[in-house]
């Protein structure tokens, strides 16, 4: 484990986009166009990716498409603009992807999985004293609509991002997972194209819960729609080696 002072069961990995469950399709223009979002947005295998033996995970059991947990559920969430703030109303290319959503409903979801994500880093709080999030994501080679700043779209993409907010995460444990990538070979960059990770609200700036984002391009284990289970097993044991005991 690549932070000696913390133990497994401090950890608690957050893999929210990893889903192809669409609970109801109420709303929706229909089931093929829903499907070609799902291609394009779901974190394939990021569930396989982050399974380490010892370190308890929430992994939302239904797809971004359908409810994002991740964006924030306020007037302020800049991906409202592009119709994919918590709930999706157009596609990556922004068409239609369902009229009149039912949003109370919808909204349930959202805060069911906040207040599971709380509780979980609270309990692990009352035991252990402090609790490490890890924000589990994968992200596309090529940038799409509405992912980055548009100023952005033609620098190459790095193989791993990792995102952090400083207030959340001390800088020595952002530094050494940046090292330990970049000793494998990947490339690296921090908080571009994606920043931040995930902590609830109620620990913003709670020492004792930190918090980072690991996200995987792609590209590393999927060829076009099609994963690599080879590639894959590879990452999981890079990740095995970093947070658990893995070895070889």
């Not at 979801?109 to 994501?137: G, S």
């Not at 918090?211 to 060829?223: A, C, P, T």
Request: aromatic share 10%; glycine share 6%; hydrophobic share 35%.
């Amino acid at each position: 484990m690549i932070f000696k002072n913390l133990e497994k069961r401090q950890f608690l990995f957050h893999i929210p986009h990893s889903s192809i469950s669409i609970p109801s399709y109420d709303g929706y223009i229909s089931e093929s166009i829903v499907n070609g979002e799902l291609i394009k947005l779901t974190d394939w295998a990021t569930d396989v990716i982050f399974e380490v033996d010892g370190i308890d995970r929430i992994r939302t059991p239904f797809s971004r498409v359908f409810c994002d947990v991740e964006r924030f559920n306020s007037e302020e969430e800049r991906m409202n603009k592009f119709g994919r703030g918590v709930i999706y109303t157009k596609t990556e290319q922004g068409k239609n992807l369902r009229l009149s959503p039912d949003k109370e409903s919808i909204l349930q979801y959202y805060h069911q999985h906040h207040i599971k994500l709380e509780r979980m880093v609270d309990e692990k709080l009352k035991k252990y004293n402090q609790v490490f999030i890890i924000d589990c994501h994968s992200f596309p080679d090529e940038p799409i609509t509405g992912e980055i700043e548009s100023f952005n779209l033609n620098i190459k993409r790095p193989d791993i991002c990792i995102g952090f907010d400083m207030e959340n995460c001390e800088e020595r444990y952002s530094k050494s997972v940046i090292e330990y990538f970049l000793s494998l070979g990947y490339s690296v960059s921090v908080n571009t194209p994606f920043s931040g990770s995930i902590v609830p609200l109620k620990h913003l700036g709670n020492a004792k819960v930190q918090s980072l984002m690991i996200e995987i391009n792609r590209k590393l284990y999927m060829e076009k729609h099609f994963i690599n289970t080879e590639k894959l097993v590879k990452l999981n044991r890079e990740i095995n080696k970093a947070f658990g005991n893995s070895q070889g």
